[in-house]
């Protein structure tokens, strides 16, 4: 039965070619929405833990650090920096804005940062080194055609753009501009009026003594500070991950699963194809009394070989789509071959394949051998 399909695969290379074209073509809108679902959480991950802290002071009862508002007193500051084996409380605060250029909007996640905090990485440019530079994602940069030195228009407060980062979550881009520039932006644009409305300080980032206990120091802060409360890196960037997971999971769901669909019915439908035009053939082999079982393997080896066929054709052309989407607007992360989800995205394609095969059996069951013989 295998040296039948492998037969049957050879007779036509050019209705394989496309047939794999067609399978591939559906594997690859599977990988890259599933890449698009893992990118996203893979940056929402790292905008927390790319801060480099030891803990993370917020609001109390605030959980996340993307899409919620957190406000923390100024002078609990200085009453963290005094629990044994913290050594440092570094200030963050995140101030969302809507970025404006030629009538073109596009909501920004601004991080303040002092000492610790800043981008993790500069891919052209440099950090900050005064109080009116700013470093924007490079999605930014893209979108709006923003070179290295340009204006960036905050309101009505210019600042200069010192360097490109690739930090950006929740389909929003990041920048970070220094407290320096937070004072003055504050001061002398048309925020001033509506200061009240914005905190300035949103977190803290605790720097710990390498011997400190950090389930001690969480405890010491939470007594002494009321307001606030503390949670690992880890636990931040999870409390996101799950928040994207309920933002993202149904729609990419439901995305993948219609997809699923249609892979199957394009198997089914190239199967059953292939089985209506070899009909008399199966006939034929009923007749010599092939058991049904076996034909069934046959079917199932032939749908086995067109996906296996199709899957590099797949994995190519995800990997064109996705450069492109990335080159076309950074701020979108797709991570194709992330392993767990990679593997779990080509063993569902197996499954939609082999269900497909199912559709044409009924044409192979009902093939009565006297066609045979009436056509002679």
């Known amino acids: 039965m295998i040296k039948l399909a492998l037969r049957q695969v050879q007779l036509d290379p050019l209705r394989i070619m496309l047939t794999a074209f067609a399978l591939g073509s559906v594997i690859a809108v599977i990988l890259v929405m599933k890449g698009f679902e893992q990118g996203q959480y893979y940056q929402l991950e790292r905008i927390v833990l790319n801060r480099n802290a030891d803990l993370i002071v917020t609001q109390s009862g605030v959980t996340n650090f993307i899409a919620v508002r957190s406000s923390i007193p100024q002078l609990s500051r200085a009453q963290v920096e005094s629990v044994d084996g913290v050594i440092n409380a570094h200030p963050i605060t995140a101030v969302p804005i809507i970025y404006t250029k030629n009538e073109v909007r596009t909501p920004v996640y601004v991080l303040v940062y002092d000492l610790k905090g800043g981008p993790s990485s500069i891919i052209k440019g440099h950090a900050i080194e005064h109080g009116n530079d700013i470093v924007i994602d490079v999605s930014l940069a893209k979108k709006y055609k923003i070179q290295l030195g340009d204006s960036f228009y905050v309101t009505d407060f210019e600042f200069k753009v010192s360097g490109f980062t690739e930090e950006a979550a929740f389909m929003m881009p990041f920048a970070f501009i220094n407290y320096d520039g937070m004072l003055d932006l504050f ?80 198997v089914g439908l190239i199967m059953y194809s292939d089985i209506r035009s070899r009909l008399r053939s199966f006939a034929v082999m009923k007749a010599l009394g092939f058991p049904f079982a076996r034909l069934l393997i046959a079917v199932f080896v032939q749908a086995l070989l067109l996906l296996i066929i199709s899957i590099p054709f797949g994995i190519l052309l995800a990997s064109a789509l996705s450069w492109f989407i990335e080159t076309a607007a950074p701020v979108y992360l797709i991570r194709i071959f992330e392993p767990t989800i990679f593997l779990q995205s080509l063993m569902a394609s197996l499954g939609f394949a082999l269900i497909g095969a199912l559709i044409p059996l009924r044409v192979i069951f009902r093939s009565d051998p006297m066609i045979v013989f009436e056509s002679t």
């Open 187 to 266: 001061i002398e644009s048309e925020i001033a009026p509506d200061l009240s409305t914005f905190p300035l300080l949103s977190y803290m980032l605790i720097e710990l003594e390498p011997t400190a206990n950090r389930d001690r120091v969480t405890q010491q802060i939470e007594a002494t500070v009321a307001s606030v409360d503390v949670v690992t890196p880890a636990q931040l960037a999870g409390n996101d991950v799950n928040m994207g997971k309920v933002f993202y999971g149904p729609i990419i769901g439901l995305l993948v699963s219609v997809a699923y669909i249609i892979g199957m019915l394009v």
